[in-house]
């Protein structure tokens, strides 16, 4: 389809704005603009048909099952959505007097006393803005405490060999050198690996639990036992929380800081990459250096914005983070509250296990024991044997209207294919899926050239990456 | 209590049962005795859809929503189209995930090559990602751009929005690094001063703002220059309003362009969710963080759009990635990308000229007040510092009375003075009543 620049027409436009009402100012030459951008000059008729054009070629939640695994792609209620539109929040702006914005304080210190119970948490922000930006928070956290307690020796953090891009990335970014720890043929990390990995250089330890081929590890207790006793802290990657929401808690587990996804767990949608929110949690221990402000009971009925924390580690984004999002998730756990925060994690791990069940006469688990909210399909000996991979799999779900489960991850799985259907799929759903896989095995036997081929259906087919990369067209090459 | 698991009791006690297990409990066998809660959580009961959304309302009327609004600060009132909320409220925009499936993700895709597009044109860069989270961390992020082992030393004016100097400040203790702040003179960078802290062996980057916290327009290109010369690469943080008629980064010598995307479409939203835009120089485009759209063919040669350039990326490289980025702040940059298409080039200079209009009668208006005058003489865009005569807080509490957000009481060296702003939204009506009601307030 054409782009919003082939569809630009030389004097074209929307009437937006009002003609000036005093009098024009005008700047310097030096400073003015000499070009105009080359911005679309186009009618609100084209903007809204060509978004339509766009949005018809998107596939969401709301259009299909979405099984990404790690993604939690659960059904975003359009509550959420109407709360956060109401004008008395996106309205407000942010630098308001405190007296003014009561209500917006009061939504971030609810929020923030439902979560600490739900995770087992002292304290939390809301100012980093997705998963990866909470990871980078709470390893300052870490930093910050090892620092004041003049404790520079330690360098290291632990990051389990099945753990997501991110946690090593984010351990990189906060300064430190990252051991991979492997894991077991269980899937879950090797205790005695850990054991020697952990020292006095051990800044800590990031974990994600249930981990990302769906397990919860069950040596958890004597992992962050570990990892403590070698002075390092542990740390919790969230993002597979729903499966434990209400059941277990990372705070009993040990863990002294965590992050959540709320646009996973928490039902906020993802709107296409973002705009996430990635609040972290802490122990006691690691309150002091929380990064301001931070919202709170202001003792007298009220609220206050703190900006007095003397070993803060300062401001990792601007004022108090994707506030909307949080407004949403609110209003999701406001929704589901005590019994419906369990049964959210309950429905997600019955629905994994009867999805996993169903498929697993013809395929086969990366590890063949219960699942949690996610199982991991591994499809190495059909590419062996019928020279089909985890890739043609998930293109030839796409055919059937399904969106594909994570692909090729976690590492340490041959031709994996990540599952995660979530509690808001129902019976019907997860039985057609189970269809669509189990057909798509039977192509993989009597035509794996039809899978290769796959998807027919799609508003466009399969892509050539290597040229995208190779040679990069980053950016609409205006005709002259 | 509200729920969205749609199965219904017989059913889940069916399924359990398929698979040989009799209750819930069964599911959470993995879990070691001691980690389990064994308790209702701590929380309030759940409610449905009716209560939820009242008890939201409940909280959202404890805000004064101002019906007029001078103030500015890194977030600002600018008028949003109609259509920017309705095209990006489609529940398939809203809804999808981070593009990974290209043949089912063509329109997110495409939204984002186009907005890359105009970044690109609007900050006369060579190459936009799909965004970041917002315009402190786009400027921290392009820092870590254009660090190495050798060159470490980040500069910043202090004449930069503090929450971005702290946002800069936090990321420079992440990886180790220094941050030099430059001084300000007279409301702009002391470009003097600059010169002689330039460490030519170890500067790694300069940051200046355009306009920077206090309104005023720096000299962008000597900043350039200076940073230039010594080897070190020049970070632009800009508002993309002024860029409807101010020189573009791309024209006065920067290597990065950032900026805060808010005021393209985005509500105020008590400060989020926000959009961070990123340029940079065709040179550095392997350095950029975060996602980068770019067109490719089908295997039927038909044009189509994908995430590229993925080994800069976490997912692939690890610890060896560009930035830990992931999630993005894809839907603010389509809001930017439908308000910058529904404004036009002519559109988005109206609202800049605009802004500035109104900001510039504003200040003389306050200026025929005694002890208003402006605190610099450069030139501004569309916010200015002036001094009060009266306690700025208690003259903000008094326009707040009528329904007005006044301008912002400063800190610091400014302590006593207020930072005024104003966009396309303040008629000239709005700013007589507030100067007659500051008048009154001053001179009682």
Known sequence: MKLIFERSIQGRGCAILPPCDVPVTSLPEAMVR???????????????????????????????????????????PRVNEEAAALPGFRRIHPLQPEETVQGCLEVLVTAEELLCEITGMDRMTFQPAAGAHGELTGLLLIKAYHHHRQDTARTKILVPDSAHGTNPASAAMAGYQVVSIPSGPDGCVDVEALRKAAGPDTAGLMLTNPNTVGLFDRNILEITQIVHEAGGLCYYDGANLNAVMGIARPGDMGFDVVHLNLHKTFSTPHGGGGPGSGPVGCKELLVPYLPIPLAQRDGAGGYRLDWDRPLTIGAVKDFYGNFLVVARALTYILTLGREGIPEAAENAVLNCNYLMTRLKDVYDMAFDTGCMHEFVITLARQKKELGVTAMDVAKGLLDHGIHPPTMYFPLIVEEALMVEPTETESRETLDEAAEAFHEIYRTALSDPELLHQSPLHTPVRRLDEVAAARNPRLQYHFPD | MGSYVPSTPAQRQQMLESMGLSSMEDLFRQLPEEVLLRRPLNIPSGCCEMEALGKMETMAAKNTVFSSIFRGAGAYDHYIPAIVKSVTSKEEFL??????????????????????????????????????????????????????????????????????????????????????????????????????????????????????????????????????????????????????????????????????????????????????????????????????????????????????????????????????????????????????SAMGAQGLAQAAALSMSKAHYLAAELEKIPGFQRKHQGEFFHEFVTGSPIEPEALMKSLEKEGILGGLPLNGAYKGCILWCCTEKNTKAQIDRLVSIVKEVAEK
């Open chain 1, 34 to 76: 000499k070009e105009p951008p080359k911005l679309p000059q186009v009618g609100e008729i084209d903007l809204s048909r060509h978004y339509t054009q766009l949005m018809k070629q998107t596939h969401g939640v709301n259009d299909g099952f979405y099984p990404l695994g790690s993604c939690t792609m659960k059904y975003n």
């Open chain 2, 95 to 340: 809804t999808a995930y981070t593009p990974y499936q290209a043949e089912i993700s063509q329109g997110v895709l495409q939204s984002i090559f186009e907005y890359q597009t105009m970044i690109c044109q609007l900050t006369a860069m060579d190459v936009s990602n799909a965004s970041v989270y917002d315009g402190a961390t786009a400027a921290a992020e392009a820092a870590a751009m254009c660090r190495d082992r050798r060159r470490t030393v980040t500069y910043a004016s202090a004449a930069c929005r503090p929450m971005t100097l702290r946002v800069l400040e936090t990321y420079c203790f992440s990886a180790g690094t220094p941050l030099v702040l430059i001084p300000e003179k007279e409301g702009r960078t002391d470009l003097e001063a600059l010169k002689e802290l330039m460490d030519p062996a170890a500067a790694a980057c300069v940051y200046l703002e355009q306009p920077n916290f206090y309104g005023q327009l720096e000299e962008m290109e000597k900043a350039a220059g200076i940073a230039h010369q010594a080897g070190a690469k020049f970070i632009a943080g800009c508002n993309p309003i002024s860029l409807g008629i101010l020189t573009p980064p791309g024209e006065y010598g920067a290597d990065i362009a950032v900026g805060e995307g808010q005021p393209l479409g985005l509500p105020l939203s008590f400060g989020g969710p926000y959009l961070g835009f990123m340029a940079a120089k065709s040179a550095l485009t392997r350095k950029l963080p975060g996602r980068i759209v770019g067109e490719t063919t089908d295997v039927d040669g038909k044009r189509a759009f994908v995430l590229t350039l993925q080994a800069r990326e976490q997912h692939i490289r690890r610890e060896k990635a560009s930035s830990n980025i992931c999630s993005n702040q894809a839907l603010c940059a389509m809001t930017a990308a439908v308000y910058l």
